[in-house]
């Protein structure tokens, strides 16, 4: 990892570690103590962001450095491999066949990022549709039709059916030549049971291959509530952060995926259809210390 290309207050933490003359305590201490200050204000949760500073000081000060290793890069190490561990190595969504639905609260940028996977797909040279089961949000059909027929990609809903398992049930039908199989679901301004029943039902019908929350990257603490009560409906396969792009960091949906041990398939990074990256450790991870 390249010091240079790592945001401000990770940069200046580790660099303190990289010129000192000693490793002690006191300098991981003041270290940690900064990394903790930059993960906070990017809205980790505590108790994860006490785990880390615990794991960093003792690994740095009882481990010993591996051979060929100096004590500084042995703890600026320790620091980069707790990060990653704590942001976790992403989702591994497959060029393959398959069915993919989305779930998350309204809002959340589900719509927008149907649109933007499925350009992604189609981008890798796999035929790829998107299917409206959001009956329940009024302009999402017509919302998601229009981006679906700017990118070229096809489009399947059934305006003023409210049945949403029907639609996604004929959707698949309609779709079977299609590698990819985008699902967009309804989203709620809150958890509310039938949501969460919906979406089982849907579920139950389109036996996704993956099944990915779409979740915004300014959700604070809440987000682990989110991400708990969408995992035990449907078993998520991995979370998209969107806006990620704006001024938050993403450090409460980040929160989210380690603690219901998914993991980061994509990020949004903006308004439009191209506007989705593979998540990437280090990049998330000077990102959200920057
Ligand atoms: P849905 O209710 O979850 O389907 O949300 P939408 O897809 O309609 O998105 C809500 C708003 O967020 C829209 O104005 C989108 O353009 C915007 N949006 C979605 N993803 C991103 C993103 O990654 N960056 C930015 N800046 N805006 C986004």
Redesign the pocket.
């Known amino acids: 990892m390249v010091l240079d290309n790592l945001g401000g207050s990770l940069r200046n933490a580790l660099k303190k570690i990289a010129s000192a003359n000693k490793i002690d305590k006191a300098l991981v201490d003041e270290a940690v103590r900064e990394i903790q200050r930059a993960l906070l204000q990017a809205d980790v949760n505590v108790k994860l962001v006490m785990q880390l500073s615990n794991t960093i000081k003792s690994r740095a000060l009882d481990e010993k450095p591996a051979p060929g290793m100096n004590p500084r890069e042995h703890v600026i190490n320790i620091v980069y491999q707790e990060l990653i561990n704590l942001v976790g190595r992403g989702a591994d969504i497959p060029l393959k066949k398959q069915n993919i639905m989305l779930v998350?609260?309204?809002?959340?940028?589900?719509?927008?990022?149907a649109a933007k996977l499925a350009t992604f797909f189609q981008r890798k040279g796999l035929r790829t549709a998107v299917i409206c089961a959001?009956t329940f949000?009024a302009g999402?059909y017509d919302?998601l039709k229009a981006l679906c027929e700017k990118q070229g990609i096809f489009f399947y809903g059934e305006k003023g059916n409210t049945d949403a398992p029907a639609v996604a049930r004929n959707g698949l039908e309609a779709t079977k030549k299609y590698d990819i199989r985008i699902v967009d679901t309804a989203?709620r301004h809150a958890l509310e049971g039938d949501l969460i029943q919906e979406m089982k039902d849907i579920h139950a019908v389109v036996n996704a291959d993956q099944k990915l929350l779409?979740m915004d990257a300014a959700l604070g603490q809440q987000a682990s509530e989110q991400a708990k009560a969408f995992n035990e409906a449907v078993n998520i396969t991995g979370v998209i952060i969107?806006?990620?792009?704006?001024t938050a960091k993403g450090g409460g949906a980040l929160s989210a995926v380690a603690e219901t041990k998914t993991s980061v398939a994509f990020i949004?990074?903006?308004?439009t259809p191209a506007?989705l990256e593979r998540f990437e450790a280090d990049r998330f991870i000077s990102r959200m210390l920057g």
């Open positions: 998350g609260l309204q809002g959340s940028g589900k719509t927008t990022t959001d949000r999402a919302q989203g779409v969107t806006k990620l792009d704006g949004g990074v903006g308004e506007d």
